[in-house]
């Protein structure tokens, strides 16, 4: 839909605005006929909402610290809604926070908190406590406070807050999905456009490595990539991004070599426009739609490699929180009464990839010529 707002006229800004002033421009029926289709309109406010909560994952985490790594290997594998007591007693050397940095990466703890049982105050700053699991009595003298935390989701078996880790491996996800889909856009549309716009032996050396590396298996080419620039974070961005740009390609060189033969590219020619013009505000506006579709359908396949290599252990590394590692960390308990430590991050995998595969499935619709 958005293609035809750029093929009104050639020559100068009017057609632009006169189609944006209208009630029924053709940006606002694109819009419509997404919000008709309900499963992909909730699709889509259901990836606005995760990029939100991916973005505040720290404001919104019960546990706030780093990565949501607090460990209390006393409290391990905890059911959900389970309820337990800490003891929290302030640290002698107090850490200053940056406030940006508190919310958006998380705060050093000032303070130890201890998982308790049972507490008795024998004065104002002396009191009687047992560690959880524990029936060792323990006196403390000091400034203390006593809380009380309830796990939603319970605890992984290192004693963390479940809950916390599955809303901070949201932001892996999304974060390794648009970082490593803006990479292989920036590759792929560059040389589709390229190839199919010049054709002749730049069309065929670039379709040649296109074919090169489309026979590589994907995740095989992923792994070689990871292992060449070592395991990491940002070594997951570069690895899934430099590995995804040739379907892009490809798609992009189709509708280059059909978008090309128009009349309204023959006349750009013809008043002399260099190639430069043509092709990034004549051709590329008119191909967009495609290329947001199959943006939708890889934002799906770079979240679902992610995972995979996490769960090989070459992707995230601990602590950061990964579904993948989370399924790796707690795969073994599938066949015990703890499957839901696998099954959790496994469903919002799925939860994930579905909704940009039914937004993909969306745009196609709302792209669609025939549908118009």
Request: aromatic content about 14%.
């Amino acid at each position: 839909m958005f293609a035809y707002l750029f093929t009104t006229h050639l020559s100068g800004k009017e057609g632009y605005i006169d189609s944006f002033m209208k009630d029924t421009s053709l940006n606002k029926i694109a819009w419509d006929k997404l919000k008709k289709n309900k499963l992909a309109f909730f699709s889509l406010c259901y990836i606005f909402l995760s990029f939100f909560i991916a973005l505040f994952s720290v404001v919104l985490s019960p546990d706030s610290s780093p990565n949501a790594n607090e460990m209390h290997i006393q409290i391990s594998k905890k059911k959900p809604l389970t309820e337990v007591m800490f003891l929290q007693i302030p640290l002698k050397q107090q850490t200053k926070n940056n406030f940006v940095k508190s919310i958006f990466i998380g705060a050093e703890r000032n303070y130890k908190r201890i998982p308790i049982d049972y507490y008795k105050k024998l004065n104002k700053d002396i009191i009687v406590y047992s560690e959880y699991g524990s029936n060792k009595k323990l006196n403390y003298s000091g400034d203390y406070k006593i809380l009380n935390q309830k796990f939603w989701l319970g605890t992984d078996k290192f004693g963390r807050d479940y809950l916390s880790r599955i809303i901070h491996g949201s932001r892996i996800s999304l974060s390794v999905g648009l970082i490593s889909v803006f990479i292989s856009l920036i590759i792929g549309i560059t040389l589709g456009l390229i190839a199919g716009y010049y054709r002749g032996v730049i069309d065929d050396v670039i379709m040649w490595l296109v074919n090169i590396i489309w026979s590589i298996p994907t995740l095989l080419m992923v792994i070689a990539i990871t292992l060449a620039l070592g395991k990491g974070f940002w070594q997951v961005f570069i690895a899934i991004g430099f590995t995804m740009w040739v379907e892009v390609a490809r798609v992009v060189r189709g509708q280059v070599l059909i978008v090309r033969e128009l009349e309204y590219i023959e006349a750009g020619k013809v008043l002399a426009y260099k190639s430069f013009r043509i092709i990034f505000k004549h051709v590329l506006p008119n191909i967009i739609g495609p290329v947001i579709v199959i943006s939708a359908a890889n934002f799906a396949s770079a979240i679902l490699i992610e995972s995979g290599l996490s769960f090989l252990g070459i992707g995230a590394q601990p602590p950061v929180a990964s579904w993948g590692n989370m399924i790796k960390d707690h795969y073994s308990y599938i066949i015990m009464d703890k499957a839901y430590l696998a099954i959790i991050p496994g469903l919002a995998i799925m939860s994930y990839v579905l909704a940009f595969m039914l937004l993909g499935n969306g745009l196609r619709e709302v792209f669609d010529v025939k549908n118009k």
